[in-house]
């Protein structure tokens, strides 16, 4: 049964830091894996895919890595604003390629001002 | 682009009343269709997922049913609640089929039981 970690649960830091989330997967035999932002009392928006052919995604400030063997994702987050303030889900499909997923408790970020 | 609506956004119910959420989607046919559920410190569960119409898949043993009576409208049902039936009701659609690709939600339903 895939089960999904996200270390730390909250995270708290001052505006300009860099940041790294993590994510562990138990079941390596994934096809990719995704990362969400969910700001309170929203849905999650979805913010990279990174399948399981690559190593990393970047969009903007934000750079996913994934090592598959290891079962292990990092989010890296670049000169954090205050405006990332949300928390950060990392999810995987429960078998394989499947179509469902499986999600992690995430982490909450908080950018300080 | 795809668009997901959710109603209604809030909801305070009576245990043992029913209960009943819809989703619609536009911008998009014949997509996979999800119900999940995020209660405090539990994280985000599937309930229910949807390959196209009349076809449901049941995640979780509970007293919530799905259905999917046209192909950009699924719906959540219970006939009554329970207490543990309150949280955050969100509706996703990936563009099926095939394996998994990228998930978009929609801004989710609060319920709350009391």
């Known amino acids: 049964k895939q089960e999904v970690t996200q270390i730390p649960a909250a995270l708290s830091v001052p505006e300009g830091e860099n940041l790294v989330l993590n994510c562990s997967f138990t079941d390596s035999a994934i096809y990719n894996l995704q990362w969400f932002r969910q700001d309170p009392g929203k849905g999650l928006t979805s913010l990279l895919l990174i399948q399981s052919s690559q190593r990393e995604q970047t969009s903007g400030r934000l750079n996913a890595s994934l090592d598959k063997s290891s079962g292990r994702s990092t989010l890296y987050i670049a000169a954090s604003q205050p405006g990332d303030s949300a928390t950060y889900l990392c999810?995987?499909?429960?078998?394989?390629?499947?179509?469902?997923?499986?999600f992690g408790k995430g982490t909450k970020l908080t950018v300080n001002p | 682009s795809q668009t997901i609506h959710q109603w209604p956004a809030t909801l305070v119910q009576p245990v043992g009343s029913p209960l009943s959420l819809e989703c619609t989607v536009e911008?998009?046919?014949?997509?996979?269709l999800y119900w999940y559920r995020q209660a405090a410190g539990r994280g985000l569960q599937l309930l229910f997922y949807s390959v196209g119409i009349g076809q449901i898949s049941s995640e979780v043993p509970q007293n919530l049913s799905a259905s999917r009576p046209q192909d950009r409208q699924f719906i959540l049902s219970s006939k009554k609640l329970l207490l543990s039936d309150s949280g955050f009701y969100l509706c996703?659609?990936?563009?099926?089929?095939?394996?998994?690709?990228?998930?978009?939600f929609g801004p989710g339903t609060r319920l709350t039981v009391l």
């Open positions: 996703a659609l990936e563009y099926g089929p095939g394996v998994a690709d990228t998930q978009y």
């Open positions: 911008g998009t046919s014949n997509p996979n």
């Open positions: 999810a995987v499909p429960s078998q394989g390629g499947s179509e469902k997923l499986v």
